[in-house]
């Protein structure tokens, strides 16, 4: 390093980079390795970045994943492996879902390590193997270094975050103690994305050629709205698309409409004229969406999720664009990014404009939820309290919700708001939505965070309640409280919930597993530790009381404990339960299900 050059510490190093980057969020548990780190953030009263403390590494990591779906890169901190270990499912669930997050992991200093090495020393939180914490997360982060002196650390850390600007992807910085302070140069250069930064002749044009003529083939067309829309901020583009496609090549009185999926649910405000429902996608549904002469067009979609089995959909009916690169039937064009895609199809209409090609568009259809509860306006259930709670949400709320039965049992819920539905519907942790309402609530502060979770997921996360008092948060959480984990015992044996249930020889495959009972805990009252207002009930009249309640404190944080019976699903379940085969229901003459073994 020259001795006029400008200097910095590290820390202040990454720090500069972080403000760079538009980051104005953290998360994480404090520990003594990245204190050089936090306290330089301190330091400086006019940062953007706010440090917000978590009651676990695992909250933390589930917050900064849902702000960084909304808002854009956010960083965690965390101490060396016993803090990381807990962030490993979170920093995976990113990784697959394709969210930004930058996380930060300090470290024994280097005189430590050596003392470990050659004297045999174990200190606390470490294993004895120096590269355990990098090796955990390689595999699931587009980027990670571990950094152990001052020169390295700029290269090192332009390195990580470049990769996260071009892949959208996780990336991991392990930092030992003694680097923080130490001095290096100070940023020569903006960062910016690695895309196109190759010799790569893309296919966007062949992909949309051979798109628009498929679809002129097959005039019956419908859009599959998918998450990398959402991802990559190319909503606007896609109802641009729409917008040239309906307003001149459609036949007199049709639409080409749009429908998106659990993954990519409210990408579109879905009160959008021309959004026509949120569909599992599994190849039944597409049959019945697009028939034998019409044609599904995914945009940014993927095709994820073995228990749905849409990862069977390609045929010579569908077009599938996301992940660079777009299949047109059985045809495939790679290197093509999404946007470029997008308007490459613009052009092609925009070409045939004046050329007489009409399609005709398809109308799907979407079973009614309102149908399903007008037998028993009383009665709570799965389908009673989302056709309840759609006429509570606006587009100031936005809804979070977790994994399992109440994932399956929100898609036929309308939400008004773009981006006002946040679901990891793809990694599937359960107790994911309850610290993701605080990464929301942080990107959205003036919007409201919904969150449904049934309770054996909210047992995993309930102290995310504690962060959103302390926040100041004004979250509602509704726990679907049906005392068992119902998607689990669904998938290993769904007997238990099929009305009648069939007789099996064995009674065991009649009722819930006794490993899927839940211990009974009293919802309502966690607050009374946590803060806020705990609330339960056991009926719709008591549900709409207290959404009435909620309405009228709007700077509280409730918790809502929602009754339902044991065996009460979803509609979608309860329609496909009698056919189905557990993949343990021995006695099913269909076992073991063809699909899955």
Same mark, same amino acid.
Request: proline letters at 5%; glycine letters at 6%.
């Given at each position: ?7 910095c510490t590290?820390?202040?190093?990454l720090?500069l ?5 538009k980051v104005?969020?953290?998360?994480g548990?404090a520990g003594?390795?990245?204190a050089?780190l936090l306290?330089t ?5 006019s ?7 978590n009651a ?21 901190y965390v101490?060396y492996?016993v803090?990381?270990f807990?962030m490993l499912?979170t920093?995976?669930?990113?990784? &697959?879902? +394709?969210?930004p =997050?930058?996380?930060v992991n ?7 390590d050596q ?8 200190y @606390?939180?470490?294993?004895g193997?120096?590269f355990v ?7 699931i982060?587009v980027a990670s270094e ?7 650390a ?9 990769a996260?600007?071009? $892949?959208?992807?996780?990336v991991?910085? $392990?930092v030992t103690?003694?680097v923080w302070?130490?001095?290096c140069?100070v940023p020569s250069?903006a960062?910016a994305?690695?895309?196109g ?8 044009q062949?992909?949309?050629k051979?798109?628009v ?7 019956k067309s419908i859009?599959?709205?998918?998450v990398?829309l959402?991802?990559?901020g190319?909503?606007e583009? *896609?109802?641009?698309?729409? $917008?040239?496609?309906? @307003?001149?090549h459609?036949?007199?009185d #049709?639409?080409?409409n ?8 409210s =990408? ?6 021309? *959004?026509k ?6 190849? @039944?549904e597409?049959?019945?969406l697009?028939?034998e ?5 995914g ?5 994820t999720?073995k ?6 959909i390609?045929s010579?009916?569908?077009i ?6 777009v299949?047109?039937g059985?045809?495939?064009y790679p290197? =093509?990014t999404?946007d470029?895609? %997008? ?5 092609e209409?925009? #070409?045939i404009r004046d050329? !007489?090609?009409r399609?005709q ?8 939820l #309102?149908?399903?509860?007008?037998q ?7 389908d009673?309290f ?6 509570f949400?606006?587009e100031?709320?936005?809804?979070i919700v977790d994994a399992? *039965? ?15 539905f946040?679901? +990891?519907a @793809?990694?599937?942790?359960i !107790?994911?939505?309850v ?5 929301v ?9 919904? =969150?449904?979770?049934g ?8 102290q995310?309640?504690?962060d959103?008092h302390a ?10 409280a049906?005392?068992?984990y119902?998607?689990?015992?669904y998938? &290993? ?5 099929r ?7 064995d009674?065991?495959l009649d ?16 607050t009374?530790?946590?803060?806020g ?7 719709i009249?008591?549900?709409l009381a207290?959404? $009435?309640?909620?309405?009228s404190q709007? +700077? ?5 404990e929602?009754?339902?019976p044991?065996?009460?699903t ?7 339960a ?7 229901? %021995?006695?099913?003459?269909n076992w ?5 073994f």
């Amino acid at each position: 390093m020259l001795d006029n050059q400008p200097t910095c510490t590290v820390a202040e190093y990454l720090k500069l980079r972080l403000e760079e980057l538009k980051v104005q969020q953290m998360f994480g548990v404090a520990g003594n390795y990245t204190a050089a780190l936090l306290d330089t953030i301190l330091a400086d009263p006019s940062t953007p970045i706010k440090i917000s403390g978590n009651a676990n590494e695992i909250c933390a990591g589930f917050a900064a994943d849902a702000y960084a779906r909304l808002n854009g890169p956010c960083a965690l901190y965390v101490t060396y492996s016993v803090g990381a270990f807990t962030m490993l499912n979170t920093i995976a669930g990113s990784y &697959v879902e +394709q969210v930004p =997050v930058i996380l930060v992991n300090g470290a024994p200093t280097n005189k430590e390590d050596q003392t470990s090495k050659h004297a045999g020393l174990l200190y @606390s939180h470490t294993t004895g193997y120096e590269f355990v914490d990098i090796h955990m997360f390689k595999p699931i982060t587009v980027a990670s270094e571990r950094i152990t002196n001052a020169t390295q650390a700029p290269y090192q850390i332009d390195s990580v975050l470049t990769a996260m600007l071009t $892949e959208q992807r996780p990336v991991y910085l $392990e930092v030992t103690e003694d680097v923080w302070r130490s001095h290096c140069a100070v940023p020569s250069r903006a960062l910016a994305s690695g895309k196109g930064a190759n010799l790569t002749v893309s296919e966007a044009q062949s992909a949309a050629k051979a798109t628009v003529k498929l679809m002129l083939e097959r005039p019956k067309s419908i859009f599959w709205a998918g998450v990398e829309l959402q991802r990559f901020g190319l909503q606007e583009q *896609f109802l641009s698309l729409l $917008e040239e496609i309906n @307003s001149h090549h459609i036949l007199p009185d #049709k639409h080409v409409n749009f429908v998106t999926s659990a993954m990519s649910k409210s =990408v579109i405000s879905e009160e959008h004229k021309w *959004f026509k429902g949120c569909f599992t996608m599994s190849p @039944s549904e597409i049959d019945s969406l697009i028939g034998e002469d019409g044609v599904l067009v995914g945009m940014g979609t993927w095709t994820t999720g073995k228990d749905t089995s849409n990862q069977d959909i390609k045929s010579d009916r569908t077009i599938i664009a996301a992940q660079n690169g777009v299949y047109v039937g059985a045809y495939f064009y790679p290197s =093509v990014t999404l946007d470029d895609y %997008i308007q490459c199809l613009a052009d092609e209409f925009s #070409k045939i404009r004046d050329k !007489g090609h009409r399609l005709q568009g398809l109308v799907p259809y979407l079973p009614s939820l #309102k149908n399903t509860v007008a037998q028993s306006a009383s009665n709570l259930g799965y389908d009673s309290f989302y056709h309840t709670l759609e006429q509570f949400i606006t587009e100031d709320d936005v809804v979070i919700v977790d994994a399992g *039965f109440p994932l399956i049992g929100a898609q036929s819920m309308k939400v008004p708001a773009q981006n006002g539905f946040v679901a +990891q519907a @793809s990694w599937l942790s359960i !107790g994911y939505s309850v610290p993701a309402a605080l990464g929301v609530k942080c990107a959205f502060p003036d919007k409201r965070a919904m =969150v449904v979770v049934g309770d054996g997921a909210f047992h995993e996360t309930c102290q995310a309640v504690a962060d959103q008092h302390a926040y100041g948060h004004n979250t509602v959480v509704f726990v679907i409280a049906n005392g068992i984990y119902g998607i689990e015992q669904y998938l &290993v044996n769904p007997n238990p919930f099929r009305d009648p249930k069939v007789d099996y020889e064995d009674p065991l495959l009649d009722n819930v597993y006794a490993y899927n009972d839940l211990p009974s805990w009293n919802i309502s009252k966690i607050t009374e530790a946590f803060g806020g207002e705990g609330r339960k009930v056991s009926n719709i009249h008591e549900l709409l009381a207290v959404m $009435e309640e909620i309405r009228s404190q709007e +700077q509280t944080n409730f918790v809502v404990e929602v009754c339902i019976p044991k065996t009460d699903t979803p509609r979608t379940i309860t329609l496909e339960a009698d056919t189905a085969v557990g993949e343990d229901e %021995i006695e099913n003459p269909n076992w073991p299900p063809a699909n899955k073994f």
